[in-house]
């Protein structure tokens, strides 16, 4: 089973649309959660962080469960320039270094 | 201020062929990373460092060797290229402190033929 997984997608919705996302990470010991977003043949930037209270910037809302161990990501009002693909990212432990662990992303098309 | 820059953009070898990747950061963080990303596969990480002379191996790490003589360069090396090396190679760095993300490069994009 992957670390990380995601719906890939894509996800073609209307502008204006909710949209929602959802991963599931396989290791309860995973301490940050972060959603990334990666424009095509661009580097992936850091989104959101997900906090153990749910958390809000503008259109955009992250949810973390733990005891199903999920992670959300919801979308409103969809905008033409959210088009891109959606990474679902854990930190897998508490060691020393803190690599991230990237799901294979979730891809957004919205269209006009 | 730059970032995380990686150099050099793109490049084509031949299998057998050796090179060189450089990520250079200038925000003073303590931890560096390579991944390669490939279609399906997300991003896997290959090498990573928490420090000035510190190395360690990821989740993909043969065929590849790594340095950091300086806290701001992270090296990735291909001493024999081959062609399941064909990839998007990214360096990410982040500070020691909190639960930050990282900042990427902006990727190299290999081939090799």
């Known amino acids: 089973r992957k670390e990380v997984e995601q719906d890939p997608g894509p996800f073609n919705v209307p502008e204006g649309a909710t949209v929602a996302f959802n991963c599931t990470y396989s290791?309860?010991?995973?301490?940050?959660f972060f959603w990334y977003r990666q424009d095509c043949r661009k580097e992936p930037k850091l989104l959101m962080s997900?906090?153990?209270s749910g958390n809000e910037d503008g259109r955009f809302t992250a949810q973390l469960n733990r005891a199903s161990q999920y992670i959300s990501l919801l979308i409103r009002d969809s905008k033409l320039s959210d088009s891109a693909t959606y990474l679902c990212?854990?930190?897998?432990?508490?060691?020393?270094?803190?690599?991230?662990?990237f799901g294979s992303g979730t891809q957004l098309t919205v269209l006009p | 201020n730059a970032g995380v820059t990686q150099t050099p953009k793109f490049r084509v070898l031949k299998t057998g062929q050796s090179m060189t990747l450089l990520c250079a950061q200038d925000?003073?963080?303590?931890?560096m990373y390579w991944y390669r990303q490939d279609p399906g596969m997300g991003l896997r990480l290959i090498h990573y460092?928490?420090?000035?002379?510190?190395?360690a191996k990821g989740e993909v790490p043969d065929g590849y060797n790594v340095s950091r003589l300086k806290k701001q360069n992270f090296l990735l090396g291909l001493e024999s290229a081959a062609p399941s090396q064909t990839s998007v190679y990214f360096c990410?760095?982040?500070?020691?402190?909190?639960?930050?993300?990282?900042?990427f490069g902006s990727g190299t994009r290999l081939t090799v033929v």
């Open positions: 290791n309860s010991a995973s301490q940050s």
């Open positions: 460092s928490v420090g000035e002379g510190t190395t």
């Open positions: 990212v854990v930190t897998p432990h508490s060691g020393s270094a803190r690599q991230l662990t």
């Open positions: 990410a760095s982040r500070p020691s402190d909190g639960y930050y993300g990282y900042t």
């Open positions: 997900v906090y153990s």
């Open positions: 925000m003073n963080h303590e931890y």
